[in-house]
């Protein structure tokens, strides 16, 4: 990705075109100022999906983390926890399609 420029808000108003075809050329996201104060962000939507995933691994990864220290206070071992996973995936299915 290339380095963040950054546009008044004003500019990015009278030349968006411009402004949407550098943001999908070069993948940068552009930083729109209002009054001198950072307002929004333009990025592609390439881009803006790659954030997505990341936020969404590291949301994963946290809860993993959290849900691991939890098991290992109350005892529990990897086959006791996915034991428990396969218990509540088939709740799940069975309240969703009612049928388990």
Same mark, same amino acid.
């Not at 004003?10 to 411009?18: I, L, N, P």
């Not at 946290?62 to 995936?89: D, Y």
């Given at each position: 990705?290339? @380095?963040?420029?950054?546009?008044?808000? &004003?500019? =990015?108003? &009278?030349?968006?075109? %411009?402004?949407?075809?550098?943001?999908? %050329? &070069? #993948?940068?996201?552009?930083?729109?100022? #209002?009054? /001198?104060?950072? &307002?929004?962000? !333009?990025? /592609?939507?390439?881009?803006? +999906?790659?954030?997505? %995933?990341?936020?969404?691994?590291? #949301?994963?990864?946290?809860? /993993? %983390?959290?849900? $691991?220290?939890?098991?290992?206070?109350?005892?529990?071992? +990897?086959?006791?926890?996915? =034991? +428990?996973? @396969?218990? !509540?995936?088939?709740?799940?299915? /069975? @309240?969703?399609?009612? #049928? $388990?």
């Amino acid at each position: 990705m290339s @380095e963040v420029q950054t546009v008044a808000a &004003t500019w =990015a108003r &009278t030349h968006f075109g %411009r402004l949407m075809r550098e943001v999908v %050329r &070069t #993948r940068a996201p552009f930083i729109v100022e #209002r009054d /001198s104060i950072p &307002t929004v962000v !333009i990025l /592609s939507v390439p881009e803006y +999906e790659q954030m997505q %995933r990341q936020a969404a691994w590291y #949301r994963f990864y946290e809860l /993993s %983390r959290q849900a $691991g220290l939890e098991a290992e206070e109350e005892g529990l071992t +990897e086959g006791g926890v996915q =034991a +428990e996973i @396969e218990v !509540i995936k088939r709740q799940v299915y /069975s @309240e969703r399609y009612g #049928r $388990g």
